[in-house]
């Protein structure tokens, strides 16, 4: 406990001195008040010895300012002087002083009270210690709170979408079967039709070129109609994806491999503009789940990285795969990233920052509830420089088994 003693008559200070010196106290000496002052704002005081009558700032004016500052009011402060009677008492107590000792100062009273403002400096440290951690552990609670309800308030909106999404697909799958029948009709027709249209003679030369404008748009029409018909397809079975809830077969797999296969599955997405680099665990990490439903999961996500890349240009894609508590897949990319206004909204249905036509929107929704159906959370956020990253955490089985999927 470093103390300071302002006293500006030199033998009082001399004694004082001895005795600390003796009981081996760090101290400070002061002379006068606006000195002391000086010193606590500069020297780390832990215990103040304060003569009442002292020149440039008497005792309580010091003791005033020690305990109206925020910074030094934990400062145990003691006022030395030669006034005996009650009144000079309270009024040392009510500028401030936590201690009194009335000269000439006895060794005994003087280590005494040392010894008690010890205490109560280490209890006060103490509490101030303790007050940090439960300030920094409630923050910590409310800031997972607030992860929490928004995670609960995702998984129930991402629900409620997916029961909506299934009665959309089955809505639009009816009349989508229609449809590609009758284009895989047309074509059929057209091929013969348009063998007559080609062949039969036309008197009126611009009857005969709007035929022949006909047979070269056909084509093209049926072909556009098919590739329509088809966007359509992908996109019902990617809300029937989305809203699948019903319960899969689980098998026991080496996640690590099903990372490696979705790398493979996307190779033709990245050869050209991205260059990978993975990081496994040495040791295979084992996962009870869907495996092509994990691996859909992956790919989404790695896809996802692809066209955030392309968009500038080129780039790289990092993927890292540990396990302690949990298993915990990165993929990050140096893409432009994610606006930060659209941080919270790309795990809603159709929502999408790429351009039109590019994507359906529906890629990372999927990949939110895989991963959430196996007990597991996904999130995201951008990286110093440029790209996003992307954490997926999914808990390690209970108890090894033997069978591998």
């Known amino acids: 406990m470093r103390t300071l003693v302002a006293e500006d008559g030199a033998v009082a200070r001399r004694i004082i001195e001895s005795y600390l010196q003796k009981w081996n106290v760090p101290y400070v000496l002061a002379e006068n008040g606006r000195d002391a002052w000086n010193i606590i704002k500069n020297d780390g005081i832990d215990i103040a010895i304060v003569d009442w009558v002292m020149p440039e700032m008497d005792g309580l004016d010091l003791i005033r300012k020690i305990k ?16 005996d009677r009650e009144d000079d008492m309270v009024l040392g107590f009510e500028a ?4 009194y000792i009335v000269k000439p100062v006895n060794h005994s009273v003087l280590s005494s009270r040392l010894k008690a403002g010890k205490r109560i400096t280490e209890y006060y440290q103490l509490i101030l210690r303790q007050n940090k951690e ?13 992860q929490k309800s928004r995670q609960l308030f995702q998984a129930e909106k991402m629900s409620t979408l997916g029961m909506l999404a299934a009665g959309v697909a089955h809505e639009i799958n009816n009349p989508l079967t229609f449809i590609s029948g009758n284009v895989q009709m047309l074509e059929m027709f057209w091929a013969e039709a348009g063998c007559a249209v080609r062949e039969a003679p ?7 070129e709007k035929m022949k404008y006909i047979q070269e748009k056909m084509p093209q029409v049926i072909g556009g109609m098919q590739n329509g018909v088809r966007r359509i397809t992908k996109i019902v079975q990617e809300l029937c994806d989305f809203s699948r809830q019903e319960k899969e077969k689980t098998v026991l797999f080496n996640i690590g491999n099903s990372i490696e296969r979705a790398l ?3 190779a033709n997405r990245l050869k050209h503009h991205v260059t990978v680099s993975n990081e496994m665990c040495q040791d295979a ?11 859909q999961a992956f790919v989404n996500l790695i896809i996802n990285a692809a066209d955030a890349i392309e968009e500038v240009g080129t780039g790289s894609l990092y993927v890292r795969l540990t396990k302690e508590e949990r298993i915990t897949i990165v993929i990050e990319d140096t893409g432009k990233g994610i606006p930060q206004h659209c941080i919270e909204s790309i795990w809603e249905p159709f929502f999408t920052t ?5 994507g359906t929107g529906l890629g990372l929704p999927i990949s939110y509830t895989i991963i959430r159906n196996h007990g597991g959370s996904i999130a995201v956020e951008n990286r110093p420089g440029g790209g996003a990253r992307f954490t997926v955490s999914l808990p390690v089985p209970d108890a090894p088994v033997l069978e591998l999927g």
Not at 68 to 83: C, D, E, K, M, W
Not at 96 to 99: F, I, K, T, V, W
Not at 202 to 208: E, F, I, L, N, R
Request: charged share 25%; proline share 2%.
């Open 202 to 208: 036309y008197a009126d030369s611009g009857k005969a």
């Open 285 to 295: 990490v084992l996962f009870r789940g869907n495996r092509s439903r994990i691996e």
């Open 68 to 83: 109206g500052s925020s910074a030094f009011r934990h400062i145990y402060t003691i006022l030395l002087t030669v006034q």
């Open 264 to 266: 493979d599955l996307c």
């Open 354 to 358: 790429k351009p039109q036509g590019k």
């Open 96 to 99: 401030g002083a936590d201690d």
């Open 134 to 146: 439960l300030m920094e552990k409630s923050l910590l609670m409310e800031t997972l709170v607030q």
